[in-house]
T-cell receptor, first 114, second 114 residues
Framework: EAGVTQSPRYAVLQEGQAVSFWCDPISGHDTLYWYQQPRDQGPQLLVY????????NSQLPSDRFSAVRPKGTNSTLKIQSAKQGDTATYLCASSWDRSNERLFFGHGTKLSVL | AQSVTQPDARVTVSEGASLQLRCKYSYSGTPYLFWYVQYPRQGLQLLLKYYSGDPVVQGVNGFEAEFIKSNSSFHLRKASVHWSDSAVYFCAVSAGANTGKLTFGHGTILRVHP
């Protein structure tokens, strides 16, 4: 079984530049999550989807971050104008069990904003 | 709102020694508790979870954790560690069923001397 796939693995930007992260969840998983993990901290939920619908995006900085999952499969997280404080690893996870059973995480995209 | 505290940023033990990684949570309702592990160059993986019932839960690779409600704790234990257990361990709490909205601690870096 293929795991959660994320690309790119690394990104280096200047402040003000835009960047997109892509996630391919495990086939059949209806729920997809984006987490932000700053260095030496635990992951923090940004947004999650069930199929194509956003369930909770309350922690997503809406002025610069956006996330979509148009067909309920792959997802894209975009930062419109990156800041140094956005430096972190961005993790995608998926699950199929609505009883909060288990999340499967990708390797993440490590973002550095200079 | 819920929170998780892992008071030990780093733990170093010798191979074959016993291990306890500490986790305390804060949540007013019924907590759903998890331990995830992040091995080098791999994504986060679920070690074990607690929903209800027996407060001692068994996980993979000989790990177990005990839920102590009176102490708001969910410490992770292993009787005899192996060098391959070296990784970062995250404790997490969820607000309830039907959600993957996990709140993670900052993690504990475990180093096992061979």
């Amino acid at each position: 079984e293929a795991g959660v796939t994320q690309s790119p693995r690394y990104a280096v930007l200047q402040e003000g530049q835009a960047v997109s992260f892509w996630c391919d969840p495990i086939s059949g998983h209806d729920t997809l999550y984006w987490y932000q993990q700053p260095r030496d901290q635990g992951p923090q939920l940004l947004v999650y989807f069930r199929d194509e619908a956003v369930i909770d995006n309350s922690q997503l900085p809406s002025d610069r971050f956006s996330a979509v999952r148009p067909k309920g499969t792959n997802s894209t997280l975009k930062i419109q104008s990156a800041k140094q404080g956005d430096t972190a690893t961005y993790l995608c996870a998926s699950s199929w069990d609505r009883s909060n059973e288990r999340l499967f995480f990708g390797h993440g995209t490590k973002l550095s904003v200079l | 709102a819920q929170s998780v505290t892992q008071p030990d940023a780093r733990v170093t033990v010798s191979e074959g020694a016993s291990l306890q990684l500490r986790c305390k949570y804060s949540y007013s309702g019924t907590p759903y508790l998890f331990w995830y592990v992040q091995y080098p160059r791999q994504g986060l993986q679920l070690l074990l979870k607690y929903y209800s019932g027996d407060p001692v839960v068994q996980g993979v690779n000989g790990f177990e954790a005990e839920f102590i409600k009176s102490n708001s704790s969910f410490h992770l234990r292993k009787a005899s560690v192996h060098w391959s257990d070296s990784a970062v361990y995250f404790c997490a709490v969820s607000a309830g069923a039907n959600t993957g909205k996990l709140t993670f601690g900052h993690g504990t870096i475990l180093r096992v001397h061979p």
